[in-house]
């Protein structure tokens, strides 16, 4: 697990104009993590709307990644599924095409108590052959694991080897506490509280790939015991990433453009239900890529 640490962007899903998964876009954004220093990159999160995605498509987007990557950067692979079965399928899937970890997202029923959510993941986790995390964002699916379940899911299962939270950095730290550091955790939130969540403990971020650059350079700072020039990229992308934030639905709106924006200005179509972009919205986005510039080549 220890190539399990830094920056993890988490691609969104382009659509074109017939309402299908842009190719020519998933494969750019692949590229930009490579020339952009990304240690990892990830596919099927909330910011690649897996929900709207069927099957065939979930499974397309993990093929494009790892046909994209070949190799250079390891691949993980978020879980969607009502069911242990569908995630038990999706997670082999993902294994098959080089994926090196599954992150296992709660099925969508807030209703479900926590011992059932352990069995849940648990059985997942018994027929998997990687190593396993799950997604614990109850804020933002409405389910989710305290840090002590979290801790006995840990003891109860040794391919449990890392936490996607996304949390304060106080709730982050309490978690790696309560694990006692046998979890690796990889925090998400579009890398607010960036630098202090290199000082609780976490191992990384996932964030969707809006200034992933500039966090690489951040996380390589707090590495290397440089918090002043840490602090100092956090603050030149913080307003980006406060604005991106709000939501998911805003964030899939705003921060999807911001990294068209980036990428050259291609046109982003959305998948119903979806936010639309407000012209207020829109000079916002054209003002941070502005201030971002294009990724690097």
Same mark, same amino acid.
């Given at each position: ?6 920056? %993890?962007p988490?691609?969104y ?12 876009l ?26 709207k ?10 093929? %494009? ?73 109850p ?57 202090d ?21 951040? %996380?390589?700072?707090?590495e290397?015991?440089?918090?002043a ?69």
């Open positions: 697990m220890e190539t399990i640490r830094g920056i %993890w988490m691609l899903a382009f659509f074109d104009g017939q309402n299908r998964l842009d190719r020519a998933m494969r750019r954004q692949a590229e930009i993590c490579v020339a952009g220093g990304a240690r990892g990159m990830a596919v099927l999160g909330l910011a690649t709307e897996v929900s995605l069927s099957v065939a498509e979930r499974r397309q987007v993990v093929e %494009w990644a790892a046909q994209d990557l070949a190799g250079r950067l390891p691949l993980a692979v978020t879980v969607f599924g009502a069911t242990p079965a569908e995630q038990s399928e999706a997670v082999a899937h993902a294994a098959a095409h080089g994926a090196i970890l599954a992150v296992l997202q709660p099925p969508r029923d807030p209703s479900m108590g926590e011992d059932a959510l352990m069995r849940f993941f648990g059985t997942v986790m018994e027929r998997a052959p990687i190593a396993m995390a799950i997604q614990n964002a804020e933002y699916l409405g389910i989710g694991l305290s840090p002590p379940a979290i801790a006995e899911l840990a003891r109860r299962h040794a391919n449990f080897r890392v936490l996607k939270g996304e949390g304060p950095a106080v709730l982050i730290r309490r978690v790696v506490e309560e694990t006692g550091g046998g979890l690796a955790v990889l925090n998400g939130r579009g890398g607010l509280e960036l630098p969540n290199f000082r609780a403990g976490c191992a990384g971020l996932i964030p969707a790939p809006d200034c992933f650059e500039a966090q690489v350079a951040i %996380w390589a700072a707090m290397r015991g440089d918090e020039e840490a602090e100092r990229l956090y603050c030149e992308i913080l307003p980006a990433i406060v604005f991106v934030m709000q939501s998911i639905d805003h964030l899939v709106c705003y921060g999807k453009r911001l990294v068209a924006a980036r990428m050259g200005g291609p046109p982003v179509f959305d998948r119903a239900p979806a936010l639309a972009p407000t012209a207020f919205g829109a000079a916002a986005v054209a003002r941070f890529a502005a201030r971002l510039g294009p990724y690097p080549a």
